[in-house]
């Protein structure tokens, strides 16, 4: 089993909100790494941070990676960091990623002063921008496919996912 489609990309690209459109357009299951992260640890993804340090948040996030590409069989939402993971990229190399790319100003906007972001904490601006430099080879590396979210809605992008999706 692998999942109809897979998302990836840096805070506020819209993972989340396009993921949820396209499994709806799709009329195949939505899920989301980050969600299954809090299920499992019993509390949100910024407790793990502060209490477990990101190590291991990083090991909870990778074997939720596995676990999500060996059962679901519809649209995935990757947390923003998994691409990091060396084993998950290599998971990921047949797999349908679509790389929703976004600039930092509409970033900043769709992200704000989110405290839910653990990594976006010190210095949200400047912090994205660096997340966004360094993770950029690594989504790039995985992606079928590369959208641009900037400056559109969430239903004009996930018609076009849905419609890479259909097609391939």
Do not use: C
């Not at 692998?2 to 989340?16: C, E, F, N, Q, Y």
């Not at 910024?46 to 340090?53: A, L, Q, S, W, Y």
């Not at 990623?97 to 839910?116: C, E, Q, T």
């Amino acid at each position: 089993m692998m999942p109809r489609l897979i998302l990836v990309g840096p805070p506020g690209a819209g993972k989340t909100a396009v993921g949820q459109a396209v499994a709806r357009l799709l009329d195949v299951p939505w899920r989301d790494t980050d969600t299954d992260i809090e299920e499992r640890a019993g509390k949100p993804i910024t407790d793990i941070f502060v209490e477990d340090g990101e190590p291991a948040f990083r090991e909870m996030e990778r074997a939720a990676v596995q676990k999500a590409l060996a059962e679901h069989d519809g649209v995935l939402a990757l947390g923003g960091g998994a691409v990091r993971n060396p084993d998950t990229r290599a998971d990921l190399g047949a797999a349908p990623v679509v790389f929703l790319d976004v600039d930092l100003p509409n970033a900043v906007s769709r992200v704000g002063l989110n405290r839910s972001r653990p990594l976006l904490l010190d210095s949200p601006r400047a912090r994205l921008r660096q997340l966004m430099q360094e993770r950029r080879p690594y989504y790039e590396e995985v992606a079928s496919v590369t959208i641009d979210t900037s400056e559109r809605t969430v239903d004009d992008v996930a018609e076009e996912v849905a419609r890479h999706a259909r097609s391939g």
